[in-house]
Structure formats: C-alpha cells, structure tokens
C-alpha cells in the first residue's frame, strides 16, 4: 500500500507564494511517479504538476509560476507556487502511480491519494 500526506496549505494573498509537501510512506519511492492536482468548488479536478522518476512536468494551471522538487532522503515531493491569484485557490492533493510516467496528467492514472489541503488565495 502507498500512503500520502499533503502538508503546507493556507491562506496567502495575492501575489504571494506556498511550498506545499506531500510525503510518501508504503512502497518504495523512488518507482513513483507523484501528481499534484487540485479542485476548486464545482470545477473538475485538473493536473498541476508532477514528479516522474526521469524528471518534473507543469501542468498549465502553474507553467512559468510553479516548480516541483524531491528529496529521495525524505520520501517527499515538493511543489513550490509563486504569484498566487484567487483562482488558485482550491483543495491540492497528491497521488502517486506506480510508474515513471512524465506524461501522467489524468486523475484516473493514480490510485493512490492524499486526502488534500486547502490553498485559498485572497484578493
């Protein structure tokens, strides 16, 4: 079993940034491919960024404004998100596959999940 625990969410102006960290416990890591999504109320769940074993992908949502990051030592991605606008607000999760898969952007491709934070921006 894989297990997921997002950390870092909260309320940020406009404008201002959130380092949000899901930690991975189960499996061995390092075969994980980690996906960051988020869904804001009545809208889809839609792809932000992930991890693949061959390297980090943004989804469109956060491309020129977000970065993602892993440290192996602490079995933890790191997504990084700068010049937040109210739009980004919505519940962030992580999920994880079991493959190395940099084109991994359907929801469906994950089974495992976090249970998501909440990232609410003001304006």
């Known amino acids: 079993q894989v297990q997921l625990v997002e950390s870092g969410g909260g309320l940020v102006q406009a404008g201002g940034s959130l380092r949000l960290s899901c930690k991975v416990s189960?499996?061995?890591?390092?075969?994980?491919?980690i996906g960051w999504f988020r869904q804001a109320p009545g809208k889809e769940r839609e792809f932000v960024a992930g991890?693949?074993?061959?390297?980090?992908f943004i989804g469109d949502p956060m491309k020129g404004r977000g970065s993602i990051s892993r440290i192996d030592a602490e079995n933890t991605v790191l997504m990084q998100m700068h010049n937040l606008i109210p739009e980004d607000t919505a519940v962030y999760y992580c999920?994880?596959?079991?493959?190395?898969?940099?084109?991994?952007?359907?929801?469906?491709?994950?089974?495992?999940w976090g249970q998501g934070t909440q990232v609410t921006v003001s304006s």
């Open positions: 999920a994880a596959m079991l493959e190395d898969k940099r084109t991994a952007v359907w929801e469906k491709e994950y089974p495992y």
């Open positions: 189960g499996r061995t890591f390092s075969i994980y491919t």
């Open positions: 991890m693949a074993w061959s390297g980090g």
